[in-house]
Structure formats: C-alpha cells, structure tokens
C-alpha cells in the first residue's frame, strides 16, 4: 500500500509525476487555487455553511420579514435605498416592533440613495420607537466630491444566526404592481447560516464604525458562537472605496474559466482591463455570456454600456439583453463550480468607488442552481449580434440561438476594435474618436456622441449669451473646493500637533517626575579628594 503523502509539506526527494494520483494532484491544484483566491481577494474561505438561492422580491422579502421577526437579540441591516412605500414602510414596521420588544436594531442607510424616496417622518417615526439608525455619507462642506463614494450594499443579519445578501432594494420597485400591471424586477439574493455570518457582520460594523461610534466588542460575537450549519465554503466580499478586493478576483476568475462563465449585470459599463480577460477568455474557447438590462432607470448607463459591445461581441463574447422591465441582478457562474451573488455591477464605481457586499460560492449544486436560473432569464432575452459590413460596424438583434463554431472563432480574426473605457473614460474616448478619427465608431455610440456634443453647445452658448451664468458656478465651484482644501490641511496640521504633544508628553512627565540624583557619599561611593579634575 502506497504511503500518504502530506500535501502541507514539501517532499524530501523529488517525486515523479506517476507516484501522485489524479485525486491528490487535483487537491494540490485546488488548494493552491483557494490560497490565490484568498490573496486576490482579501477573502478567506468559510468552509461549513448553509446557502440557499433567492430568486426575486417574492422570494426574498417573506423570508427577509420573517427572519426580522424572528429576532431575539439583535438585527442588523444596510441598504442602499430605503423607500417610504408599501414595502418600505412593511419593513419599517418590522424593524420597529422587535426594537420596541427590546431587540439591538441597526441600520444603515445610504443618503444619496435613500433621500430622495423617504422622508423625515419616515426616520423619525423608526428612532422614536428605538432603532439606531445612520444615514451613510451625507454631503459635507469640507468634502466637496466625497459624495461620489456610496455605500451600495444590500443585507440582513439577525441574531448572527441567518443572513441575506442580495442586489435588492427596499423599494416598491423591486416588488411591482399587479393592480397597475407593473412587473417586479429581476433579482437575485443568497441566505446565509453558518460562520459565514460572523463575516457578514463583521462588514456591517465596519460601516458602521465609519459614520460614528463603533459597536461595542461585548455586543460582537465570536468565532466559537458560530457552529457548522452545512457543508458550504464561501467567501464575504466586504468591497470598500480603493480596495479592488472583487474585482482582483472577477480578474483572475475570468483568466482562470475553462468551459463557461455567465454573467448577469445591471449596470455594466466595462472597466478596460476586465474587458480584456474577457475577451482573452472567449477566444480560447470559454463560453462567455453577459446578460444585461434592455430596459433601464438609467438611460446613460445603457448607452455607455452599449457602447462597449463591439470589442466584446468581436472576441466571442455573447452578449443578451433582457426583455422584462428591468433585471437588477448582480451574479457569476463560472465552470459549474464557483458562482458570485451580491451588490456588485461591473464598473469602476463598484470595483473601487463604493462601499459593497458580495458572497462568493464554492459549491457545485449551488452553481447549478445558478446555471438553471440563467439559461431560465435567456428564454426572456434577446441575443445581440454584429452584422460586418466593409466600412461599419453596426450592432443589430436577433432572435435567442446557439452559436455556431465560426461565430466563436469570428473575434480571432476580425478583432481589430479598441476596447472602450468606463463611465466618463468611455465618454471621453468616444468624443476623442470622433474628433481624431483613430477608430470606426458603430451606431450604439450616436447617443453618446449626441448628448457630450449638446452639452459642449449648450456651454458654448451660455458662455457666449450670459457669460456670468458659466462664471459664477465655476467660480463657486472653485471658492467651495478651494476651502475644503485649506481647511482640509489647518485640519491635518493640528492632527500632526496633537499627534506631536502626545508623542513628548511621556518622556516631559518621567523627566519631571524622575529624583534627583543623590550624592556620591550617600551611595556609598568612595571619592577621592586628591585627584584633580581634568
């Protein structure tokens, strides 16, 4: 019988590739691919936990509810928008009745999001009956562009015995209107047991330390409060603003895929690196799929994603657009294996902007779960396809089919396009393609090009017509920024004398507190009276 061989140790002699079985070199390859993941990422993996897949407001806002009323110790919640409607105000009145029962309820909501659908009352009404409740980010004098950074995360926690972790809001929006024959949106959401959860609101209280005390450590539970729920390994992808942890590892996921990776996204504007591993991996046979939105709440965001089809659709890359009234989801599937749900889009304001959450799953049931619900949302969908003509590219739609092996193999020879950049880059690329002719512009770009130069002529026209009207923002602008920058350093000056005083005080107050030195006769020390002194 052949000796084990410990795979945490290096061998003592070179082995040959025979003396190891396919199941011991598959282990070696997956452990080294977990420990890149958990670099890449910033994430370790949570092995032993319970997931279940939700579909849609009607599967994840019972099940939400219910947990909340549940609730016998504390709940935490964050979410991006938080609407004063029908579902608003549902869970509103959940969150208040179990913190009138005594339960610790937290909440997070951000101010962008949420200001415009909710008013003081609505907050009011929850604080009275006892919820802590922080508004993330509100605009501030000394921050002039600090509201570009959101806190766009979607979760539940309760009792740190069960999480959700989704891409929906708390709006009527998600949930639709039968009586009006308005349709829900489409989203996806994940329930959590198990360690996992501990990793969960670990995030919630680093943003909620962020806006103000933070939570104390007595309240916080430990890792020995979190048994085994399941047999599940996930990862928490707690994204702050710089960090870059999802997409280092959307990254890497997209150059490591050898059959397939599905993606659905709601605001995709690609990020030209990412754009690149997709491409890369469509040429070398990976079955790459992005479904997006048909119709949109953001009509710019459809055209700047639109925009960026053409390098895409060149290499390989399907891409479907959703004919319901909105898809909201944010998901991955890749190799039947490794799937990703949460806040998410694919843009530089998720990947480095804002505040998000998503769960990274290392299971296969789950994965096909996840490959079932997207082959479902296709059945709604349109494929779009590039028609070649000899002087443009124009994108045109066609009905849902298979793709046949010369359109796989199409990017390898006709992809000569430049990859478009994300949200204002892409603006300014297309403007700058269209003044410098380095490149053909399709059709999908017209609205791009249309708006940035009704904009300019707009501005042209005001600066010609009422001059003051273009000085006078500009000059507020500058005033506004200009004075959050010096109060900005008088702050980190005082910080630095502070900082200073506290360095130098110890060594003042031993200084101060330190005996005198006795004489040398009182230490029994022998002087002798006939040296001189030198």
Not at 11 to 27: A, E, I, N, V, W
Not at 305 to 327: C, D, H, Q, T
Not at 343 to 370: P, T
Request: glycine share 6%; net charge positive.
């Amino acid at each position: 019988m052949r000796e084990p061989v410990d795979l945490n140790d290096k061998p003592r002699r070179r082995l040959k590739t025979g003396q190891f079985s396919d199941f011991q070199l598959r282990r070696v390859l997956r452990q080294s691919a977990d420990q890149v993941l958990s670099r890449t990422s910033g994430a370790p993996l949570i092995p032993g936990n319970a997931v279940r897949l939700l579909k849609d407001a009607e599967g994840n806002f019972p099940v939400w509810l219910a947990a909340i009323g549940s609730a016998q110790k504390s709940i935490y919640f964050e979410n991006y928008i938080f609407s004063e409607d029908d579902v608003g105000n549902a869970f509103a009145e959940a969150l208040c009745s179990r913190a009138r029962a005594g339960v610790k309820v937290r909440v997070v909501r951000d101010w962008l999001g949420s200001w415009p659908t909710s008013s003081r009352k609505f907050w009011r009404k929850m604080t009275e009956a006892g919820v802590e409740l922080r508004a993330f980010n509100p605009p501030r004098l000394d921050s002039p562009f600090g509201w570009l950074s959101r806190d766009h995360r979607k979760m539940v926690s309760v009792d740190s015995n069960v999480a959700f972790v989704s891409g929906l809001c708390i709006s009527q929006r998600w949930q639709g209107d039968p009586q009006k024959g308005t349709e829900s949106w489409r989203d996806t959401g994940l329930e959590i047991r198990g360690p996992a959860v501990m990793a969960v609101e670990d995030a919630f209280a680093e943003v909620w330390g962020t806006i103000g005390t933070p939570i104390p450590e007595a309240e916080r539970p430990t890792s020995e409060d979190h048994s085994p729920a399941g047999d599940v390994a996930v990862r928490v992808l707690a994204g702050a603003p710089n960090t870059a942890g999802l997409f280092r590892m959307d990254q890497l996921v997209a150059a490591a895929a050898r059959q397939t990776l599905w993606l659905t996204d709601a605001y995709f504007v690609g990020v030209a690196p990412y754009v690149q591993a997709l491409r890369a991996a469509a040429r070398d046979g990976v079955d790459v799929r992005l479904l997006v939105p048909n119709t949109t709440d953001l009509p710019l965001v459809r055209s700047l994603s639109r925009a960026g089809y053409r390098p895409l659709l060149e290499a390989g890359v399907r891409i479907f657009e959703w004919n319901g009234p909105m898809i909201h989801a944010k998901t991955a599937v890749a190799d039947r294996r490794w799937s990703r749900v949460g806040s998410s889009n694919l843009n530089i304001a998720s990947f480095l902007g804002n505040y998000e959450l998503d769960v990274a799953i290392d299971d296969e049931d789950v994965a096909r779960a996840m490959e079932q619900m997207y082959l479902e949302d296709l059945t709604r969908s349109t494929e779009v396809l590039l028609s070649y003509k000899r002087w443009r590219r124009a994108v045109r739609k066609a009905v849902l089919h298979p793709a046949t092996p010369r359109e796989r193999r199409r990017g390898k020879s006709r992809a000569k396009g430049s990859t478009a950049a994300a949200g204002a880059i892409r603006i300014a690329n297309a403007v700058g393609a269209a003044i410098s002719n380095h490149r053909v512009l399709g059709a999908a770009e017209s609205q791009v090009l249309l708006l940035s130069g009704l904009t300019l002529l707009a501005l042209a026209a005001l600066a010609v017509i009422w001059p003051y009207g273009l000085a006078i923002p500009v000059a507020a602008l500058a005033t506004w920024v200009g004075g959050a920058l010096i109060w900005r350093a008088f702050r980190l000056r005082a910080e630095r004398a502070r900082e200073k005083d506290a360095d130098l005080e110890p060594e003042d107050r031993r200084e101060e507190s330190a005996p005198a030195s006795p004489p040398a006769a009182n230490m029994g020390v022998t002087q002798n009276p006939s040296r001189e002194p030198q």
